[in-house]
C-alpha cells in the first residue's frame, strides 16, 4: 500500500508539488499522468526516497521513506526511465547482486533469480552481457531488478518508452501479471497504454493532483457526450440545441450531407440526454438519422483536466 500524506516540495521559489495526497491499495494499478514540468518525478523520487519532501510525508506499507528507509525500501521495487545496468555483469551476476542488496538470504538467492528470469523472460539471457542485450531485453533486466526480494510495491517509469510494438506488448502483458498481487504506480506519456493497463488514474498539474479517480467511474459521471445526426440544415437546430438544458458544448461535424447536421453534444448534469434531445426534435418535427453515446477517451479526459 502507498499512502502520500500533504506531500510538498520547493526548489528555491519554485513549487515543484503542492499538498500532494494520494493513497493506493494493494492490487491497484495507478496511472500517473501530467504534461512536463507537472511534478511526477519529483513525486517518484519522494516515493522512492531519493527525495525528502519539504512537508508531508509518504508511506510504503506503512513505513515512513525519510524516517524507516531502510524498512520502506524492502517493500519498494523500482525501475527509472532508464534501467540502472551494469553493461560488464551478465543478466545472472546482475540479479544474484541485487537480490543480495535486498536482503534475500545467500541460500536462496539462486532459486529466486532463476524464478524472476522465468517471470520476465530472461531465462534464455542469462549468461549474456547486459552491455550486449537490446533495448527489449536491457527493460526486462530493469524490471527483474526492481522484482528482486518480492517486493509488494512497484514504481515503474516509462517502462517501455523506445520499445518496439512487439516488445511493448510483452511489457504490457507483464505489468498485468504482476499487478495481480501488487501496488503498481506506473508513469507514462503514452495515454492510450495507461487506459489499457491501469484501473486508476492521477492527473498532475502545476503540482498538483487534479484528477484522482478509478479509471471506470470517468465514463459514469455527470458529463455525457452524444453523436447526432438529423434531417435538417445547421441553421434551423443548432440555436434550439445550444439552448438546450445541460449542453455545454454543440461541435459540428464535417461530412454530412446538405440537407443533414451532424454534432457532437457535450451534456454535463443532464441525467438523460437522450430523452431530452428526442423530445426537442420531435417538438421540431426534425427526424434523427442516427443518434449515439461517445464514452470518453483518456485522452479527452486528460486535455479537459488540464484545461481548466
Known amino acids: 500500500m502507498i499512502d502520500i500524506q500533504n506531500v510538498s516540495r520547493r526548489y528555491g521559489s519554485v513549487q515543484a508539488l503542492k499538498n500532494v495526497s494520494l493513497r493506493v491499495e494493494k492490487g491497484s494499478i495507478v496511472g500517473l499522468l501530467g504534461q512536463n514540468g507537472a511534478g511526477k518525478t519529483t513525486l517518484l523520487n519522494i516515493l522512492t526516497g531519493y527525495l525528502a519532501p519539504t512537508e508531508g510525508r509518504a508511506l510504503i506499507e506503512g513505513y515512513d521513506t525519510l524516517l524507516e528507509p531502510a524498512q520502506a525500501r524492502r517493500h519498494l521495487g523500482y525501475l527509472p526511465e532508464q534501467p540502472p545496468l551494469y553493461d560488464e ?62 517486493p509488494e510495491v512497484l514504481v515503474l517509469d516509462e517502462p517501455t518508452v523506445g520499445l518496439d510494438p512487439r516488445q511493448i506488448t510483452e511489457i504490457r502483458g507483464l505489468i498485468r501479471t504482476l499487478g495481480r498481487g ?73 461530412g454530412a450531407g446538405r440537407d443533414e447536421t451532424t454534432v457532437l453534444i457535450r451534456f454535463e448534469g443532464c441525467l438523460q440526454p437522450e430523452r431530452a434531445l428526442f423530445g426537442l426534435l420531435c417538438q421540431m418535427g426534425i427526424p434523427i438519422v442516427h443518434l449515439s453515446r461517445q464514452e470518453d477517451s483518456l485522452e479527452q479526459v486528460f486535455l479537459r483536466v488540464i484545461a481548466r
Open 89 to 150: 555483469m551478465t543478466v545472472n551476476e546482475y540479479l544474484r547482486f541485487a537480490s543480495a542488496l535486498r536482503g534475500v538470504h545467500k541460500h536462496a538467492i539462486a532459486a529466486h533469480v532463476d524464478e524472476v528470469m522465468e517471470l520476465t523472460g530472461l531465462t534464455e539471457m542469462r549468461s549474456r552481457m547486459l552491455g550486449h542485450l537490446s533495448k527489449g531485453y536491457r527493460q526486462r533486466a530493469g524490471l527483474a531488478q526492481a522484482l528482486c526480494g518480492d
Open 182 to 254: 501488487r501496488t503498481i504506480v506506473f508513469s507514462s506519456h503514452i495515454l492510450s497504454e495507461v487506459q489499457q493497463l491501469c484501473n486508476h488514474v492521477v492527473i498532475l498539474d502545476h503540482g498538483e493532483v487534479k484528477l484522482d479517480t478509478e479509471m471506470n467511474a470517468m465514463q459514469h459521471s455527470e458529463q455525457s457526450t452524444l453523436l447526432l445526426t438529423v434531417a435538417a440544415a445547421q441553421e434551423r437546430v443548432l440555436g434550439r440545441l445550444r439552448k438546450l438544458e445541460g449542453v455545454r458544448r454543440v461541435e459540428v461535424q464535417p
